[in-house]
């Protein structure tokens, strides 16, 4: 005798001999915790599923718990060290900058220019750090040649 029952579009089917279930990687915790109920309440009562089975779907559900809560955390690592970046550039307004930019002449010739500027704001985006000069230049920090006090140089 065999049962079937779906949740959340994960089918789990229960027998006499042998329990399985189909988890996608889109099952949650609260999928996960229906679909071993949907086990438990359609199981055969003349032979009830095996403990070790039942064990053994325990430990699966609490490694997907585990590993949710890991996720979510580097999660908010991720995001901490971005606004730590952020914050640690902060020190560059009102600094004075200098840095090299190549372009392309209308022969297709490589042409630098060594441009200049002051820092009016730093700003993040996917994950990098660039500068925002008074002349409304994006500046890679990458590309910083020499850095200094305003009326000091460059």
Do not use: C, H, R
Not at 13 to 21: I, K, L, M, V
């Amino acid at each position: 005798m065999s049962t079937g029952t779906t949740v959340n579009g994960t089918t789990a089917t229960t027998s006499t001999q042998s329990s399985t279930s189909s988890v996608n990687s889109a099952l949650d915790k609260n999928s996960f915790l229906k679909l071993l109920i949907a086990q438990l309440t359609n199981q055969d009562p003349t032979s009830p599923m095996d403990t070790s089975q039942f064990v053994s779907q325990m430990a699966e559900f609490t490694t997907l718990e585990q590993t949710q809560n890991m996720s979510d955390a580097i999660d908010k690592l991720v995001a901490t060290q971005s606004n730590q970046a952020l914050s640690e550039q902060a020190s560059m307004i009102g600094k004075q900058i200098s840095w090299n930019e190549t372009t392309t002449d209308s022969d297709g010739n490589p042409v630098t220019d060594s441009l200049s500027g002051i820092v009016q704001a730093v700003t993040l985006k996917d994950g990098s750090v660039s500068y925002l000069t008074s002349d409304g230049d994006q500046v890679d920090p990458d590309s910083i040649s020499e850095i200094s006090n305003v009326g000091e140089g460059v």
